[in-house]
């Protein structure tokens, strides 16, 4: 938790607000940025390692809701909403859209704490996620046109003969593009290609 690469984003258009949670996250000896508005957020956040945003529902531009909506394509920050006019549509809104909570004021710190950590944690692992998915793409690109024909068969469980035949080439053929696929993906087995197969599909 006390990782210098990770930030908290805080948007909230009430100064006392952002100044009382750029001071507690201090004094958990966690980086904070506070932003007034959606707009100042999307303009200067720029979140180069783990992080999460604190975001309050009623804003001077859009509101919270409409923010999280406006990125659910991209790769942005786990949510925690904090809010003072909080409904139960509005909570089920955030919280089927990915929120990790949506808190209403007065919400207790080690509330608000918890949810920053479990916010914090889910981005490390998507990071983590992401970064293994863009090594895989990156030997998947290192493969031939037929390798690639190959790659689905083998991990799908097709044994050589079944592959072979299904593209019309040899036995032999289809063994030697097998270990030039093994080799160049570094896969240790066959246990190992299924699972980054596996991975690959699920983009």
């Known amino acids: 938790m006390t990782q210098q690469s990770e930030t908290i984003f805080v948007v909230d258009d009430d100064f006392r607000v952002r100044e009382a949670l750029v001071d507690l996250f201090a004094s958990k000896n966690l980086h904070c940025v506070a932003f007034a508005s959606a707009a100042e957020y999307l303009r200067l956040a720029n979140p180069s390692g783990p992080s999460c945003?604190?975001?309050?529902?009623?804003?001077?531009?859009?509101?919270?809701?409409?923010?999280?909506?406006?990125?659910?394509?991209?790769?942005?920050?786990?949510?925690?909403?904090?809010?003072?006019?909080?409904?139960?549509?509005?909570?089920?809104?955030a919280m089927k859209a990915g929120a990790i909570d949506f808190l209403t004021k007065p919400w207790s710190v080690e509330e608000l704490l918890q949810a920053?950590?479990?916010a914090l944690e889910r981005d490390r692992l998507q990071r983590r996620a992401r970064?293994?998915?863009?090594?895989?793409?990156?030997?998947?690109?290192?493969?031939?046109?037929?390798?690639?024909?190959?790659?689905?068969?083998?991990?799908?469980?097709?044994?050589?003969?079944?592959?072979?035949a299904q593209l019309g080439i040899s036995e032999v053929t289809l063994q030697i593009h097998r270990s030039k696929i093994m080799q160049k993906m570094k896969a240790a087995s066959l246990a190992d290609l299924v699972r980054m197969a596996a991975k690959l599909e699920a983009k």
């Open 131 to 164: 970064a293994e998915l863009m090594e895989l793409e990156g030997k998947v690109a290192t493969l031939t046109p037929r390798e690639r024909e190959v790659l689905p068969l083998v991990a799908s469980g097709f044994q050589n003969k079944q592959a072979a």
């Open 53 to 93: 945003l604190v975001l309050d529902v009623s804003l001077p531009d859009i509101n919270g809701l409409e923010l999280q909506s406006s990125m659910v394509r991209t790769d942005h920050p786990p949510i925690v909403f904090i809010t003072g006019h909080g409904d139960i549509p509005s909570s089920v809104r």
């Open 116 to 118: 920053v950590r479990q």
